[in-house]
């Protein structure tokens, strides 16, 4: 069984020990990540984890991260290029607060088990539910020394590697926008679709004026939106979509689904009717 298929079908385990690992300390570590994201912070308990955005004054997205609760700490998890990007800007507001920012990511290794069956798995060390792909799945923080350790426990258990570009296909495939490819600092939050990262009754947080303007006014320009694409390649990134003989917006990443036997892709969208890429035959699915 290839890691796409396990993905797809039972369980399969990936190193995504590049992505950037912050631990932050002190009393005022939730009021402040409260202040700071999208999500409901202070609410959290000890095991729980929320997907949140991180937002400029003017309301567009900074950084996605998973957001882990520890008992004495919290674990701000992100894509690897943003790494560095969240650090700066969470420091930047720590004035007179109780809360030290420690970059980890050095020091531990990461690794997910994701599919249907990955809640069967081995687990290792920290241990908090999140997904890339779409699929059920889980992350384990463990000491940088111990990851062949886990990757070796993890293989005799009979699960399969899954390698970063067959969790690409099948992330695409369940419409899983990623930050960097489909998401970036020039989109608000309605138009990602993603709102499962905000809380809409927690208070106060930057950009939230923004955030709560638009819903008010329940109309964005622009919304990402998955698709079906009868072609044998996919696009690149930046292809246009169109709708009847007008453009109707932008193609942000595709793939080859061998399950599906066509091409999936993630695209911004203003029309929805008559589409098509490259003038290959496209349709809207809905997830």
Known sequence: MSGYEALRNAAAWMDLSAR?????????????LHAMCTNHVEQMQPGDAVYAFFLNAQGRILA?????????????????????KVYEHLDRYIIA??????DITEQTAEIAVEGPQAVAAPRFGTVFAASATGQ????????????????????AAGIEEATLEEARVVRIENGVPRYGEDISDAHLV????????????KGCYLGQEIVERVRARGQVHRKLY??????AEPPAAGEKVFSGGEEAGVITSAAWSPAQGCVRALAYLRKL???????????????
Do not use: N
């Open 64 to 84: 996605d991260a998973w957001i882990y609760c520890g008992e004495d700490h919290l674990l701000i998890d992100t894509e690897p290029e943003l790494r560095r």
């Open 136 to 155: 059920p799945g889980v992350r384990m923080i463990v000491p940088a020394t111990e990851k062949e350790a886990v990757t070796g426990a993890l293989r």
């Open 97 to 102: 607060d109780d809360v030290t920012l420690e």
């Open 226 to 231: 998955a698709l079906r694409i009868e072609a």
């Open 190 to 201: 309605h138009e990602t679709q993603q709102l499962h990262a905000v809380h809409f009754q």
């Open 273 to 287: 009717d008559r589409l098509s890429v490259a003038g290959a035959a496209a349709q809207l699915v809905q997830h």
């Open 20 to 32: 950037g690992r912050i631990r932050a300390t002190g009393e005022d570590r939730k009021r402040l």
